[in-house]
């Protein structure tokens, strides 16, 4: 597979989700002509391993879409997993479960504008 490079401009969107032990998770799904290429994770305040790990997520999802691997893959690998902290209502089990829930809804893309 070739590894597509990422462009100096994308676009996408950015939506945030509230995670049980994590706190609020910020996603942006990026995309070159209406293809999935970037996603970028934060947490709202919390820093840490919570942010680490989000890092290294971030970091193999977009080396990922990069390579070919469908968004849909992806967001079937991370949906049910659960940590000791779910919400509430348990809608979110982890902040991964919570990643794959707004990359679902992220998905499909809105369309490119021209600059």
Known sequence: MTKQPIPDVLLGATKKIKTGG???????????????LAVRLSFGKMGGCGAASMQAVQLSITHS?????????IIKDLTGIACHLPTMNKKVLS?????????????????????
């Open 22 to 36: 994590c706190g609020t998770l910020h996603v942006t799904l990026n995309n070159e002509d209406n293809k999935p």
């Open 65 to 73: 879409l990069r390579h070919g691997v469908p968004l849909s893959e």
């Open 95 to 115: 902040c991964y479960d919570g990643l794959a829930k707004v990359l679902a809804e992220l998905e499909p893309l809105p369309p490119r504008k021209d600059w």
